[in-house]
């Protein structure tokens, strides 16, 4: 069974980076099945799908997200990340990471990880 | 940008009611639609994919259909575990999810 845990500061500062990796074990990142993905939840509000990675390096972003978002995959460590610039208050949600079958539907999610963005 | 709409945003019912929720798109995504149920302080969890393709360990109770832009979640005989937030999600272009529909013991 594969499992995904989140690791990453629980606070950011406003116009700072927010970077968050998620840890994956149970299952082979390398799979070329499945590819990993990053979603967050916002505040009393629904879903929003970031963005997902395969092995290879190759993403595919959510468009209104894409010019501050970046993931990378460390298949050594069995860890992918996420990074995004310019965070405001807006970005303050629960993160979660999850394995995608390549088509933006994720069937495995890490517990998730609350990011609050403040001063 | 597609955008999913769902109704109703809560509903009350009982153990053992048959209850459906409503996913509308803003355009065709012919049955690229999945729906997910959340409880709280918990990820949420895959129900169906394809609009009506049950995810695997997933009871029998839950069924999807639909296709184009409405599609429904039906859960046939409500179990006392079912009560939670529900999702849907579409997957034709990137991918957008609705609001959610909690659904509470009444």
């Known amino acids: 069974q594969v499992q995904l845990h989140e690791s990453g500061p629980g606070l950011v500062r406003p116009s700072q980076t927010l970077s968050l990796t998620c840890t994956v074990s149970?299952?082979?990142?390398?799979?070329?099945?499945?590819?990993w993905s990053w979603i967050r939840q916002l505040p009393g509000k629904g879903l929003e799908w970031i963005g997902y990675?395969?092995?290879?390096?190759?993403?595919y972003y959510n468009p209104s997200l894409k010019s501050r978002v970046t993931i990378s995959v460390d298949t050594s460590r069995s860890q992918f990340s996420l990074k995004m610039n310019s965070v405001t208050a807006a970005d303050t949600a629960v993160y979660y990471c999850?394995?995608?079958?390549?088509?933006?539907?994720?069937?495995?999610w890490g517990q998730g990880t609350l990011v609050i963005v403040s001063s | 940008d597609i955008q999913m709409t769902q109704s109703p945003s809560t509903l009350s019912a009982s153990v053992g009611d048959r209850v459906t929720i409503t996913c509308r798109a803003s355009q065709s995504i012919n049955n690229w639609l999945a729906w997910y149920q959340q409880k709280p302080g918990k990820a949420p969890k895959l129900l169906i994919s394809k609009a009506s393709n049950l995810d695997s360990g997933v009871p029998s109770r839950f069924s999807g259909s639909g296709s184009g832009t409405e599609f429904t979640l039906t859960i046939s005989s409500l179990q006392p575990e079912d009560f939670a937030t529900y999702f849907c999600?579409?997957?034709?272009?990137?991918?957008?999810f609705g609001q959610g529909t909690k659904l509470e013991i009444k």
């Open positions: 999600q579409q997957y034709k272009s990137y991918s957008s």
């Open positions: 149970g299952d082979s990142i390398t799979s070329d099945v499945y590819y």
């Open positions: 999850a394995r995608d079958r390549g088509t933006t539907v994720v069937d495995q």
């Open positions: 990675i395969y092995y290879s390096g190759i993403t």
